[in-house]
């Protein structure tokens, strides 16, 4: 059993900033101490080589996915037992980090206690709650109509796996969606956010907001994250065992709360494409002599538009009015192939919906300005530069493909010639 004592003896050490001092105050709070948690875990021989079966099979990798899982939940746990040592009434601003020691991961939980204005220096009574958001955020979302309840997240590691990267080779020969690379990377983009709508049910929410999303390598798989706050609105109860889901920001729910508006469900939409071999061919002959690169230009413009058609049909089914802020991302797959998602939040009109005040303090949504800064080499990111590279990369992968197959057939034949 981990025993930790020594986060009690910064009482006065906070990481809140001024403007959240200011929100703070007109919660009815004060600021209480900058607290952490932490877990160190390795993946083991036994769950390596369970990880190294799944990667190869394809789709979820399970052993990473819930060592990771383990690993945060024990540095939240011990997060939230400090602020409840140091007289927390709650904890906000939670936050992970990952810090690799040499093979070992260490899992980082952040957070800033917040504590009773009339200086009490014992509570009695457990946390009330724990956010993701920042004190800014959570004025927002309690000016909002939400009561925050709970830091949720869910997470899953995947790989394409070698049964999804030759299928998917030989797909990416023809020009058009790859199918059976858009359907791993949807599915275990979903598995995510259903793992964090079910942790926000155990909390008793009917809501999960202010969620972020980060994707990542890690021990040879990619993980995609997702953070938020399970929170209870009264007019979303009939979401109770579906709860509602938002990626909006803090600030942009409270703006369409304002107007009548309440979020409905996070919708996704993912599509995979390739050039094939082809259209790779002529579009890296094309790039040789300059101007418009047709082959990139029309398949990119029609996994956008699959994706986009994907998170309307799913904000039809919800009944939502809209999808506003959607963000879109292109990821280089390599072989000649793009992963295209679009991510945005459902909206419906609900009558007689607004903020309890008609507008913002100022301190609400002013960015703190960051007054520490690191810099090491003095090199800068060339934007440019990048997408060319990646676009060369994504012409050339058809012929690779090619190259590889050749090779493997050369070793076929030269093994049934010395037989």
């Not at 690379?181 to 008793?204: M, P, S, V, Y």
């Not at 040879?220 to 938002?246: C, R, W, Y």
């Not at 094939?276 to 398949?299: C, F, N, P, Y």
Request: aromatic share 6%.
């Amino acid at each position: 059993m981990i025993n930790m004592k020594l986060g009690s003896m910064h009482r006065q050490v906070t990481g809140l900033s001024g403007n959240e001092i200011f929100c703070l105050n007109k919660l009815g709070y004060r600021p209480g101490q900058l607290c952490v948690g932490n877990s160190v875990v390795a993946l083991g021989v036994t769950r390596g080589i369970g990880a190294g079966l799944s990667n190869l099979g394809g789709g979820e990798v399970e052993e990473i996915t819930q060592l990771v899982h383990d690993g945060r939940q024990k540095a939240i746990e011990r997060l939230i037992n400090e602020a409840k040592a140091a007289g927390g009434l709650g904890l906000s601003g939670v936050s992970f980090e990952l810090i690799n020691h040499g093979g070992n991961l260490e899992f980082l939980a952040i957070g800033s206690a917040v504590r009773s204005i009339d200086h009490s220096e014992e509570v009695k009574e457990p946390l009330k709650f724990s956010t993701a958001a920042n004190v800014q955020q959570l004025y927002c979302q309690i000016d909002s109509g939400f009561t925050p309840l709970s830091f949720v997240f869910g997470n899953v590691a995947y790989s394409i796996g070698v049964g999804g990267n030759i299928a998917g080779a030989f797909k990416s020969l023809k020009r058009g969606e790859v199918k059976e690379f858009t359907e791993i990377f949807d599915k275990t983009r979903h598995l995510a956010l259903t793992r964090l709508k079910n942790e926000a049910k155990k909390q008793g929410a009917n809501a999960v907001i202010g969620i972020e999303t980060t994707l990542a390598p890690l021990m040879g798989a990619q993980e995609m994250l997702m953070i938020g706050t399970a929170s209870h609105h009264p007019l979303l109860d009939e979401f109770k065992n579906n709860p509602v889901t938002s990626d909006m920001t803090n600030e942009e729910m409270w703006n369409m709360v304002n107007i009548g508006y309440l979020p409905i469900q996070l919708v996704m939409g993912v599509s995979v494409y390739s050039l094939g071999l082809a259209g790779g061919i002529m579009s890296a002959l094309q790039s040789l002599g300059g101007g418009e690169v047709d082959g990139l230009t029309e398949i990119l413009y029609e996994a956008r538009e699959k994706a986009l058609a994907r998170i309307q049909q799913d904000a039809i089914n919800c009944g939502a009015d809209e999808v506003v802020g959607v963000k879109t991302r292109v990821y280089d797959l390599g072989g000649g192939m793009v992963e295209f998602m679009a991510i945005g939040t459902a909206v419906k009109k609900v009558r007689e919906v607004t903020t309890i005040n008609p507008n913002l303090p100022p301190q609400a949504i002013i960015q703190d300005r960051e007054t520490f800064i690191e810099s090491f080499g003095g090199g800068t990111l060339d934007l440019v530069k990048g997408g060319a590279s990646s676009a060369r990369r994504m012409q050339q992968g058809p012929m690779a493909i090619i190259f590889a197959i050749f090779i493997v057939l050369f070793y076929i034949f030269k093994f049934v010639m010395m037989r």
